[in-house]
């Protein structure tokens, strides 16, 4: 006979056995599904200021503004084992010396939740495109806003089809700034697309630019070659303009009104 502890090892040993096993068919399932994503991305204005690109820089420094047309169609990532989708926008341009590989730099970034994940404020709401501003959430109470975190978000509240994207004359969330300090006369700058699939179960996968069994290359996901254009190219540079987008996620709170880090005086 064995003892009441050995009984319960065999059973936990079973169990981890059996959850591990589904587990494992369930992250390889993926695999199997269809992906046939595709994307459009088109320059739409870019500008090279000189000045203090965030509240905390100390000096100022060449920083680029780049706006953008996106059409993509992303549907295809998700699927019963697709928890998110995180999407990025990235500037690709050579670097300072030959023998470097190129430079990259994040513009754009969104969460995109699936139908089973639970609301968060970091989920990526698309903006109207008639309007050109994001929908309009009303106010939660406490009590609301945890029972909310608790369910999925309905397709009926969404304007596209959960990773299909429309974005026209977007803002950047971030500006562009280089180690040296200069971007001005550049060349050969692209707009680069890429994800990185976040699963229930399974490994990370990102973005996929050869076909692998099921999942056909991304088309498209690249825009025409541009250059930074030179400083002062365009006499007056409207303020506006070089603004980046700011908490549109959900009721993730606007930063705002921070005072900028200062050197200590010398005595």
């Given at each position: 006979m064995h003892s009441a502890l050995v009984r319960l090892q065999n059973v936990f040993g079973f169990f981890t056995t059996v959850a591990f096993s589904v587990a494992a068919v369930i992250?390889?399932?993926?695999?199997?599904?269809p992906q046939t994503p595709n994307a459009s991305i088109q320059l739409r204005n870019v500008q090279v200021v000189k000045g203090r690109p965030h509240y905390y820089s100390y000096k100022k420094e060449e920083y680029a503004n780049i706006r953008f047309d996106l059409d993509a169609d992303f549907t295809t990532l998700f699927n019963w084992n697709t928890k998110q989708v995180f999407l990025y926008l990235k500037a690709v341009y050579p670097s300072s010396s030959a023998s470097e590989p190129a430079s990259e730099a994040i513009?754009?970034?969104?969460?995109?939740?699936?139908?089973?994940a639970p609301w968060h404020t970091n989920h990526y709401i698309h903006p109207d495109p008639k309007s050109g501003k994001k929908k309009v959430l009303p106010k939660k109470s406490k009590k609301a806003q945890a029972a909310s975190k608790t369910k999925p978000t309905p397709d009926d509240d969404l304007l596209f089809p959960r990773g299909e994207l429309h974005l026209n004359n977007q803002r950047p969330k971030y500006q562009i700034t280089d180690i040296t300090g200069k971007l001005q006369?550049?060349?050969n700058v692209t707009l680069e697309i890429g994800w990185n699939i976040q699963p229930w179960v399974g490994a990370l996968t990102w973005t996929n630019w050869q076909k692998l069994?099921?999942?056909?290359?991304l088309k498209g996901g690249r825009s025409e070659a541009f250059e930074f254009p030179e400083i002062g190219a365009k006499k007056k540079v409207d303020?506006?303009?070089?603004?980046?987008?700011?908490?549109g996620e959900g009721y993730r709170l606007e930063v705002g009104g921070e005072q900028p880090i200062r050197k200590p005086s010398k005595v």
């Open positions: 992250a390889l399932s993926s695999f199997i599904s513009i754009w970034d969104a969460i995109l939740a699936s139908r089973t006369n550049k060349n069994g099921a999942w056909e290359a303020k506006k303009e070089l603004e980046t987008e700011k908490g």
